[in-house]
């Protein structure tokens, strides 16, 4: 695991290759970066499913209580079977791109 922090946002990489002790390094280490806008890096995986990627909506939904981005970065999926609640994209640029446009939007009061 590969953790990159830059000014209010963290990008945690999965360098082991291994999906589920990737997950359960990050649920375990939540709180170290919860006052934080976090991206998680799965591009390198690409054996990933819908299911997956679903089961970072806990981390998700506590990240949007704290008023934080969580933004999951997967190249190859079908971003039309990802649940509305998880913010998934294809590229770490967009990933940035949409943590910039919602901070504009928790600064304008939305």
Sequence with gaps: MK???KGHTVTIKDTQGDFNSFLEKVTQQFKTFEKQNIIIDLSAD???SEKDV???LPLSKQQKKAKKS???VVSDLDFNAISDKLIVVPSLLEAH???????IERDLGF
């Design 3 to 5: 953790v990159d922090q």
């Design 54 to 56: 679903k089961l970072f």
């Design 46 to 48: 690409t054996e990933l």
């Design 70 to 72: 969580f933004v999951i």
């Design 97 to 103: 791109d949409i943590i910039e446009m919602e901070e």
